[in-house]
Each structure stands twice: as C-alpha cells, then as structure tokens.
C-alpha cells in the first residue's frame, strides 16, 4: 500500500513540476471536441435529428442540455486524463491514441455538419 502511495505522489509531482506531454495535440483534441458538442446542439435545436449515442442521449433525456454537455465534457476529460498518464512511460502510444481520438471527432463533426448543410440549414446567399 505505501508503495502504491509513493507512486501516485510520484506522478503527482512530475505533472505538475513539468509542462505536460502533448499540450498542443491535446488542446486540439479538447478543441474539436468542443466543436462536436456545439453541432450536437445545433442539429438538437434544428429539429428533426436525435442524439445517436444512447448514453449521451440518456444524458440529454434525463437533464437536457446541462446533462449532454457534461456527458460530453466528462468522456473529453477521461480521454485526456489517460493519454497524459500513459503518456508518461509511452509517449508514442498516447499521441498515438489523442490522434485518433481527434480523428474520429474531427469526421463526427464533419458528418454532423454535413446533415445540417443538407436539412437547409446553411447561410443563405443572396446573389443579385
């Protein structure tokens, strides 16, 4: 038991003794991420689309916006938390696992805002 204490104080002190690994893939990943959240939001209040994960849509029935949004912020937080922890004896590994993290966000978002451009949604141009 001391010997676990010793090694969660030990990584205690060098994440906050050092700049965290992967600083900028991790604000991009928390970036598109937030960019997830805000379409999600958008094609909710749109009408006619439904959240498609059945846990961050039981979220969203049971506490509406506030619970979708930190279902959302949670599962970002836990990706985050455990890639800087890996990060610490596999580097590699943990930008590996960021990376396509913000991979599979960046084509959610991408998806999501393909189906609000195709509802009719987009800007509107006025020509002439």
């Not at 039981?58 to 890639?83: D, E, M, P």
Request: hydrophobic share 50%; proline share 2%; charged share 10%.
């Amino acid at each position: 038991m001391a010997n676990q204490k010793f090694r969660i104080s030990s990584i205690g002190r060098y994440l906050f003794r050092h700049h965290l690994p992967m600083e900028t893939e991790t604000t991009v990943f928390i970036l598109v991420s937030v960019l997830d959240i805000i379409m999600t939001w958008i094609l909710i209040r749109s009408g006619g689309f439904v959240e498609s994960n059945p846990v961050a849509n039981y979220f969203l029935l049971r506490w509406g916006k506030n619970g979708l949004v930190g279902f959302k912020f949670c599962a970002v937080l836990v990706v985050c938390l455990a890639t800087q922890l890996i990060a610490i004896r596999r580097i590699q590994l943990a930008r590996l696992i960021l990376l396509g993290g913000t991979v599979v966000v960046t084509v959610v978002v991408i998806y999501s805002l393909s189906l609000y451009l195709k509802a009719g949604h987009g800007p509107q141009l006025n020509i002439l």
